[in-house]
C-alpha cells in the first residue's frame, strides 16, 4: 500500500525530514542517558557523607542516573581536593575494607573512601563527583513533550505507510527486530571477553568428541550422542573453543529466524510480535550462558525452537517437508539431553492433528519417521553397545536425586540393600537441619521447600546409590525400586517436591533477573586463577579441552592484577559495548521477566482447548496455539517429577509463553477444514 498523491497544488508533507529529525534527537539522547557519547558534563559537590561500614561512606543522590546496576558502569569521576580517586567502579564491599581512593555509583548511592582512608567528613578535603549532565526535571518533560510530540506528528503523517507495514511487514523487518537485539547483547562478550564456559560437564561430552574424532565406536548410555557428534563436527573445523562459541550463536539466530519466517509465511500481521517475543528470548541470561559453553543446551534448545518454527509452517502451508525437519528436530532434541523425551507429547498431538483433519498420507508419514527412526536407532546402539535400549540410562540418577529426601529402609530389601539404603540417608540427614524437616513437614511455601529439597541433590549421596550393585547400569534396577517405594512411603512429600518444581518452572525462573557479568567473573577464576587451574589440572580430558582449544588471553577488558583490585578478584573494565550489553540486558528483563507472561499464555492456552472443542478439532490456528502450551506444559511435567527445576531446564521452553501470546490472533482466524 502506497500513500495517497497530495491534492493538486498542494506541496506534499516534510515527513521524510520530520523522522530524521525524531530519529537523531532520539540517538542523541540514548547516547548521553546511557554514557556512550555523553554531550555535555557537568560537577557534583558531595557534602553530607554518611558512614555506611569499614573506611565506606556514602551520600544519596535522589537519581538512579548513571548507577553501575543500570549502565554497567558509565564513565564517571570522583576527584578529591581537585586529585581523581585511584580506582573506580570498585566492588562496595572492597570499598569498605580495604578504601583506598575506591568509589562507585549503585543504585543511586555514591560509595567513596579517601585517598588515605581517613574520615572523608573531618579531613578537610572537598569531594567532587564529574558524571555526565543529569537532566532535570523540567528539561526531561521538554525533551519528552518534543520529541513525543514530533514522533506523534510523524506517524500521523505517514499513518497510512505505517498501518501497511504493521499490517504486512516485509521479512527484513522483522528479522531486524530479533538480530539487532541480539548484536546489541553479544557484541560486548564476542568483542570484549571472548571466553567460554567450560564447565565439569563439559569434559565428559568431549571425552566422547575425542573417541568420535579417532575413529572408536564410544558409549553412550549416559551422555547422548548429539552433542558430542555436534563437538566432534565443530572443533576440528574451528580449531578453538571461541569459534564453538560463534557457531553455537549463528545456531541460535537461525532458529529463531526460522520461528519468525514460518509466521512471516503463514499469518505475516503477526510476525512482528512473533520477532519481538523471540528478540525477549535470545536476550536472555541463560541463553547466552549457554550458547557461550561447551554444553548440550544450545543444541537442545535450538532444536526445539526450530522445531516449534517447522510445526507452525507446516501447518500454515500445509506441506509435508516442514513437518518432515519438525520431526527430526524434535527427535534430535530427544538424542541430545533425555530431558527432551518431553516432547513426544507434542510429537503424538501434532500426529493425532494430521490423522484427525485428513492431511495427505505424505505429511503423516513425514511427521512420524524422522523422529522414530533417530530414536530407536539411538536406543538400538546402546542396546547393542551396553545393554540398554533408552537413548540414556542415566534416569534413574535423576529419580533417586530428586526422592533421596524420602528413601526409607524397607524389610523386603536384602541386607547390603538396607545398608547402602541408611548410608545414603546419613549422608543427607547431615545436610538437613531441624529448621528444614519441620518445613517439609509442616510448609506448603514452594520458595522455604526449595532450598530443602536441593539438599537432595547431592553428588556423595548420588555416588552411594550407584554402588548398590557392581556398577551403575547393574544398581539403577534398585534405585528405581527404592525411589518408587519411598515415594508411595511419603505421598504428600513428594506431593510437595512436585508442587515446588512445578512453581520453580513455570512461574519463579521466569522472574529471575542477573547481570551476565558476573558468570564471565566466574568464568575468568575458572580458566585463569592458579588455583583453579591447577584443580583443572588434575582431570586430564579437561585440560586437554582447554590446552588444544582455548587459545583467547585473558582479554584486556578483563583487570585482575591492577592495585584497584583485592586478591583474586575479578573486575570488567566499562566498556562501551560492556555499557550496551547492560542496558540492553535491563530493558529485555524488565519486559520479559514478568510471570504475567505465564499468566496471559495459560489464558491464551484455555482459549484454544475451547475453540478447538467449538471446531471439533479442525482449528488450524487454535491447534497451534494448544500445541505451544501443550509443549510447555509436558517440558515441566518431565523435569518436576524427577529433577530439580532450576532455569537450565525451564529456560528451553520460556519463549513459548511471549510467543503464544503473540499467536493468540489466530485463535479468531478461519478455521482450515481441510488442508490446502
Known amino acids: 500500500m502506497t500513500e495517497a498523491a497530495p491534492p493538486a497544488g498542494r506541496k506534499p508533507a516534510p515527513v521524510f525530514p520530520l523522522w530524521i529529525a525524531v530519529a537523531t534527537a532520539i540517538v542523541l539522547v540514548t547516547a548521553h542517558a546511557t554514557a556512550l557519547a555523553p554531550l555535555t558534563w557537568e560537577r557534583r559537590a558531595l557534602t553530607g557523607l554518611q558512614p555506611v561500614s569499614g573506611f565506606s561512606y556514602a551520600l544519596p543522590l535522589d537519581t538512579k542516573w548513571m548507577s553501575v546496576d543500570w549502565t554497567g558502569g558509565a564513565p564517571i569521576e570522583v576527584y578529591e581536593n581537585g586529585h581523581l580517586l585511584a580506582c573506580s567502579h570498585s566492588p562496595t564491599g572492597e570499598i569498605a575494607t580495604a578504601g583506598m581512593g575506591r568509589y562507585q555509583l549503585e543504585a543511586g548511592w555514591v560509595f567513596l573512601s579517601s585517598s588515605d582512608n581517613s574520615d572523608p567528613r573531618t579531613n578537610g578535603r572537598q569531594y567532587e563527583l564529574r558524571w555526565p549532565t543529569y537532566p532535570g526535571r523540567w528539561l526531561r518533560l521538554l525533551l519528552l513533550v518534543t520529541i513525543g510530540g514530533a514522533l506523534a506528528v510523524a506517524l500521523w503523517l505517514s499513518r497510512r505507510t505505517v498501518i501497511a507495514v504493521l499490517e504486512s511487514p516485509p521479512l527484513w523487518l522483522s528479522l531486524a527486530c530479533v538480530f539487532i537485539p541480539l548484536v546489541a547483547h553479544r557484541a560486548w562478550i564476542f568483542v570484549d571477553v571472548p571466553l567460554p564456559a567450560v564447565h565439569p560437564d563439559s569434559g565428559s561430552y568431549y571425552a566422547l568428541a575425542r573417541l568420535i574424532m579417532q575413529g572408536e565406536w564410544p558409549r553412550f548410555e549416559i551422555r547422548p550422542p548429539a552433542y558430542p557428534l555436534f563437538l566432534a563436527a565443530v572443533l576440528p573445523t574451528t580449531g578453538s573453543l571461541f569459534g564453538l562459541m560463534i557457531v553455537q550463536t549463528l545456531m541460535t539466530a537461525a532458529s529463531a529466524a526460522a520461528v519468525v519466517y514460518a509466521v512471516h509465511r503463514t499469518e505475516r500481521r503477526l ?305 562501551p559495548l560492556r555499557r550496551v550489553h547492560r542496558i540492553t540486558q535491563t530493558v529485555r528483563d524488565s519486559l520479559f521477566a514478568r510471570a504475567l507472561w505465564v499468566y496471559l499464555a495459560a489464558a491464551a492456552f484455555l482459549a484454544a482447548c475451547v475453540q478447538l472443542v467449538r471446531t471439533r478439532g479442525r482449528h488450524a490456528g487454535a491447534f497451534t496455539v494448544f500445541l505451544l502450551g501443550a509443549t510447555a506444559l509436558a517440558a515441566g511435567a518431565v523435569v518436576c517429577l524427577v529433577e530439580y527445576a532450576g532455569q537450565r531446564y525451564s529456560y528451553p521452553t520460556e519463549f513459548l509463553y511471549a510467543s503464544m501470546v503473540a499467536l493468540s490472533p489466530l485463535l479468531w482466524s478461519p478455521a482450515r477444514r481441510t488442508p490446502e
Request: with cysteine; hydrophobic share 50%.
Open 271 to 575: 510476525a512482528i510480535g512473533v520477532a519481538i517475543a523471540m528478540a525477549g528470548f535470545v536476550t536472555g541470561l541463560w541463553p547466552i550462558e549457554h550458547d557461550t559453553a561447551v554444553l548440550s543446551e544450545n543444541l537442545y534448545v535450538n532444536f526445539i525452537v526450530f522445531g516449534v518454527g517447522s510445526v507452525i509452517l507446516g501447518l500454515g502451508t500445509g506441506r509435508a517437508w516442514p513437518l518432515f525437519l519438525a520431526s527430526a528436530a524434535f527427535g534430535g532434541a530427544i538424542v541430545t539431553r533425555p530431558a527432551g523425551l518431553f516432547l513426544m507429547v507434542p510429537y503424538l498431538l501434532l500426529l493425532a492433528f494430521v490423522g484427525w483433519n485428513r492431511y495427505p498420507r505424505r505429511m503423516l508419514a513425514a511427521a512420524s519417521i524422522p523422529l522414530l527412526v533417530l530414536v530407536f536407532g539411538t536406543s538400538t546402539y546402546n542396546f547393542v553397545t551396553a545393554r540398554v535400549f533408552n537413548v540414556t540410562a542415566w534416569g534413574e540418577a535423576n529419580l533417586a536425586v530428586a526422592t533421596f529426601t524420602m528413601w526409607r529402609e524397607n524389610p523386603a530389601y536384602p541386607d547390603d540393600v538396607n545398608a547402602r539404603v541408611a548410608a545414603i540417608r546419613r549422608i543427607i540427614d547431615e545436610r538437613l537441619t531441624d529448621e528444614d524437616r519441620a518445613t517439609l513437614a509442616a510448609s506448603w511455601d514452594p520458595l522455604r521447600l526449595a532450598p530443602v529439597f536441593l539438599k537432595g541433590f547431592w553428588g556423595p549421596a548420588l555416588t552411594a546409590a550407584s554402588t548398590i550393585g557392581p556398577d551403575y547400569l547393574e544398581s539403577r534396577r534398585w534405585i528405581r525400586r527404592v525411589a518408587v517405594d519411598s515415594v508411595l512411603a511419603s505421598p504428600a512429600t513428594y506431593t510437595k517436591f512436585v508442587w515446588t518444581m512445578g512453581y520453580l518452572f513455570y512461574v519463579h525462573n521466569t522472574r529471575y533477573v542477573a547481570d551476565f557479568g558476573d558468570l564471565m567473573k566466574y568464568r575468568v577464576q575458572n580458566l585463569y586463577t592458579s588455583q583453579v587451574v591447577a584443580q583443572v589440572g588434575t582431570d586430564p580430558v579437561r585440560t586437554e579441552l582447554l590446552t588444544t582449544y582455548l587459545k583467547q588471553p585473558l582479554p584486556a577488558a578483563v583487570d585482575t592484577s591492577s592495585a584497584c583490585r583485592a586478591a583474586d578478584q575479578v573486575a570488567l573494565v566499562p566498556t
